[in-house]
């Protein structure tokens, strides 16, 4: 029985390593994901001023 619990708690250390692994790498994913997703919109931003600037060289 003794034996059982000890293979018991090495199981759930394991398993609350892995959650703690899961999670960082779940943070650090969404934090990527965030800085991809703001440079997106500078890019945007960027795209549609060239696009603004362009129709106004071609109308002149």
């Known amino acids: 029985m003794h034996e059982k619990i000890k293979k018991l708690s090495a ?3 394991k ?4 959650n703690f692994k899961l ?3 779940s943070k650090s994913m969404r ?3 965030e800085e ?7 890019l945007e ?3 549609q001023s060239l696009v ?3 129709s106004e060289n071609n109308s002149e």
């Open 45 to 47: 931003r960027e795209n």
């Open 31 to 33: 934090n990527k994901i």
């Open 15 to 18: 398993l609350i390593e892995q």
């Open 52 to 54: 603004i600037k362009s």
């Open 11 to 13: 199981l759930v250390d």
């Open 23 to 25: 999670k960082t790498e």
């Open 36 to 42: 991809l997703r703001i440079k997106i919109e500078n």
